[in-house]
C-alpha cells in the first residue's frame, strides 16, 4: 500500500487552501483527491463576482477566485489525482478512492476532508402536490446553465432568497428567462442586501416576505404553483393562497455539510450542523481526521472557507510533524441562548499558549448582542455585536489562559434591548 | 432624499443622498458608487460563451463596469460569438464590445 503523508479529499477551496497551508508549514508530501475533471469545486459555476474582496483584497469571480489558489497549489508541484472519487476512510487513516486506473488504497499520517456542501433538495421542504419535472435546486440549475450552457426553463418562480437563489434569478434573466418572483417565509431575506438590489430590484424581480409556495400544481411536468401567506410562526394562513403559472420553480432554502464519508468511518456527528463534531485543532473525534469548509459548516464566503483552511492545514501539519505538544486540559464546548450552533465542541489546551478560534451562528435576528462565554454562570469573557442575524457567521478568538483548568464552557448571545 | 444601498461589497452600507449631500458610506468606493448611481449607474456583467466543438462553456466578465442601461445590449453580443480552445486566463475575448470601451474577456484557463 502506498503511504503519503497528508491526503486531501475535495479540491474546492477548503482542499486547495488546506493543501497550501500544510505545504507551508512543512509537509511536502500531499495528495489532493478530486471527483471532478478540474480542481475548483463550486467556485466553477458561481461566475458572478463577489468573491476574494476580504482575503485576496479584489472583487474576482468564482473561477478568478479558484484560478488564484490553484495556481498557488501548482507553483508548490503538490500532487493531485481528478475524476478519482474517494469510497471510503476509516479510523487506521486509510483512504481509498477508484478512477480509471481502478480502485486503489493509500495510507496516510492525516486526513483532511473538504467535502463541500449538499442543497436542501424537496424531499426536505414539506410542499403537497406532486413532484413533476421543472423544480429544480438554485445551485444545481446553476451548474446546468453556467457549465453546460443549458438553461433549465423559461417562466421561473424562486423559492427563498438567499444569495444562490438572488444570483440565479439575475443570471436566468440576462439569458432572457422571465423570472416571475421570490418568495421568503421569513419576514426579511436571507441574502445579502446587495444582491437585492443588483439582482431582483435592477430588473423589476419582486419579492414576497413572509410567503411560501403552498402547492405543486402539474403532475408530469410544472404547470405552476400555489403561494400563500404566512404568520409570525411560519405556517401558511389559510385562504391566502393564489396560482402563479409557471415552468421553473427554483429552490434556494439553504444548504448542509456533505458528511457522508466521515460519518461512515465513524467520526461523531453534530446533530446541529450536519457536520462533524471537532476540536479546536478542527480535528474529529477520530485522531488525524480533519475537516474543513463547507463540508464541516456552511460559510457565508468564500474567504472564510480558506481563512479556516489555512489554519487547518497548519493543524494537520503539526500532526504530522510530531510537533504538537502534550494535552494539559480539556473542555466542553455547549452552545447555550440564541445560539444555534457553535465551534469548536471540545477545546484541548497545551502550554504553548495558542489562541483559540470560536465560529457561531445566532438563532435569530438580534439588533444588539452580548455575545458571552461563560463558567458555571460566570463570565470569563464578552462582547457586544450590533446587528446579528443568521446568515451571518460570527468569529472570535480568544486567549487560552482565559481557559485552562475548566471543564466545560457555554456560549450564549444575551439580547439587549 | 434619496436612499441607496452600496453593491461594492457584502457590508451593503446605506447612503443617503439629499441636493448635494451624500452620507452614510464607509468607504470612497460606496461615494463613487452614489455619485455614478445618480447619473449613469454601473454594473459589472458576468456570463458565459460557448467553446468550438465542446459541451462546456466558458465563463467571461466584462473588464470594468458597463452602463446598467446597455447590460442587455452586451448580453446579445456575447451569445453572438463562441471561442475556440486553448483558452488564456483573462483572454479578451470581445474587444471594446459595442464601442463602450469595455472588453469582455475569459475568467479561466482552459486547455
Ligand atoms: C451555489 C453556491 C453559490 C455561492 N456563491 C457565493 C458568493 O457569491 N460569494 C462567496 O464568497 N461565496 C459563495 N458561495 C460560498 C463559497 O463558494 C463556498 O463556501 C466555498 O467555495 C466552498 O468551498 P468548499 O471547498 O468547502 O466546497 P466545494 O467547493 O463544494 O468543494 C468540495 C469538493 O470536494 C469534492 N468531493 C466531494 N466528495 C468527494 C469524494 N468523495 N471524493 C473526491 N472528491 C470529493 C467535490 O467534487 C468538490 O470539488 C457559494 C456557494 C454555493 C454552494
Ligand atoms: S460603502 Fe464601502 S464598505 Fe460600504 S458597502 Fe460600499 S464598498 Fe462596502
Known amino acids: 500500500m502506498e503511504n503519503v503523508s497528508l491526503v486531501i479529499i475535495g479540491g474546492g477551496s477548503a482542499g486547495l487552501a488546506s493543501a497550501i497551508s500544510a505545504y507551508d508549514n512543512g509537509v511536502k508530501d500531499i495528495l489532493v483527491i478530486e471527483r471532478s475533471h478540474e480542481l475548483g469545486g463550486i467556485l466553477n459555476q458561481c461566475i458572478h463576482s463577489g468573491f476574494g474582496l476580504s482575503l485576496l483584497k479584489e472583487e474576482l469571480t468564482g473561477p478568478e477566485y479558484a484560478h488564484h489558489f490553484i495556481n498557488e497549489l501548482k507553483k508548490r508541484n503538490i500532487k493531485y489525482l481528478l475524476d478519482s472519487l474517494v469510497l471510503e476512510i476509516n479510523k487506521n487513516l486509510e483512504v481509498v478512492y477508484s478512477n480509471s486506473f481502478g480502485v486503489n488504497k493509500i495510507k496516510a499520517k492525516a486526513i483532511i476532508c473538504a467535502l463541500g456542501c449538499n442543497e436542501r433538495t424537496f424531499s426536505q421542504i414539506f410542499i403537497p402536490g406532486d413532484r413533476p419535472k421543472g423544480v429544480y435546486t438554485a445551485g444545481l440549475a446553476q451548474k446546468y446553465l453556467n457549465i453546460d450552457g443549458y438553461l433549465v426553463g423559461k417562466n421561473v418562480y424562486i423559492l427563498g432568497s438567499g444569495d444562490i437563489g438572488l444570483i440565479m434569478a439575475r443570471r436566468m434573466t440576462l439569458e432572457g428567462a422571465n423570472v416571475i418572483g421570490v418568495s421568503e417565509i421569513m419576514p426579511y431575506s436571507n441574502g445579502l442586501n446587495r444582491n437585492i438590489v443588483q439582482c431582483l430590484n435592477d430588473f423589476n424581480i419582486p419579492l414576497y416576505l413572509k410567503t411560501t409556495v403552498s402547492k405543486i400544481v402539474g403532475n408530469k411536468v410544472l404547470e405552476g404553483i400555489e403561494i400563500s401567506d404566512v404568520d409570525d410562526k411560519q405556517n401558511i394562513i389559510l385562504n391566502t393562497n393564489r396560482f402563479i403559472k409557471c415552468d421553473t420553480l427554483l429552490l434556494s432554502v439553504g444548504l448542509y455539510p456533505f458528511n457522508t464519508l466521515l460519518n461512515k468511518a465513524g467520526c461523531k456527528k453534530n446533530s446541529l450542523t450536519n457536520g462533524a463534531l471537532i476540536d479546536n485543532n478542527f480535528e474529529t473525534t477520530i485522531e488525524g481526521i480533519f475537516t474543513t469548509g463547507n463540508g464541516l459548516h456552511v460559510h457565508d464566503l468564500v474567504d472564510f472557507v480558506s481563512e479556516e483552511s489555512f489554519i487547518v492545514g497548519k493543524k494537520a501539519a503539526e500532526l504530522i510533524l510530531n510537533l504538537r505538544n502534550d494535552v494539559i486540559s480539556e473542555l466542553n464546548v455547549n452552545n447555550k441562548d440564541n445560539v444555534s450552533y457553535v465551534l469548536p465542541n471540545t477545546i484541548k489546551l497545551t502550554n504553548n499558549n495558542e489562541e483559540v478560534y470560536f465560529y457561531l451562528r445566532v438563532r435569530k435576528k438580534i439588533n444588539k448582542g452580548k455575545i458571552k462565554i461563560l463558567n458555571n454562570n460566570k463570565i470569563i469573557y464578552s462582547f457586544i455585536k450590533m446587528y446579528l442575524e443568521p446568515s451571518e457567521m460570527i468569529k472570535f478568538k480568544i486567549e487560552s489562559n482565559l481557559l485552562i483548568n475548566l471543564k466545560e464552557i457555554d456560549v450564549e448571545i444575551e439580547e439587549i434591548k | ?111
Open chain 2, 1 to 111: 432624499m434619496k436612499e441607496l444601498i452600496c453593491i461594492n461589497c457584502p457590508k451593503g452600507c446605506h447612503i443617503f443622498i439629499n441636493n448635494d449631500e451624500i452620507k452614510g458610506y464607509s468607504c470612497l468606493r460606496g461615494l463613487y458608487y452614489a455619485k455614478n448611481e445618480l447619473t449613469n449607474p454601473l454594473r459589472n456583467l458576468s456570463s458565459t460563451i460557448k467553446i468550438k466543438d465542446s459541451n462546456l462553456m466558458c465563463p467571461v466578465k466584462s473588464s470594468k463596469p458597463l452602463p446598467k442601461d446597455k447590460i442587455n445590449l452586451v448580453m446579445k453580443e456575447i451569445n453572438k460569438v463562441d471561442v475556440s480552445l486553448p483558452i488564456k486566463f483573462h483572454q479578451v475575448i470581445i474587444k471594446n464590445v459595442l464601442n463602450l470601451e469595455v472588453d469582455i474577456i475569459s475568467t479561466k484557463e482552459i486547455n
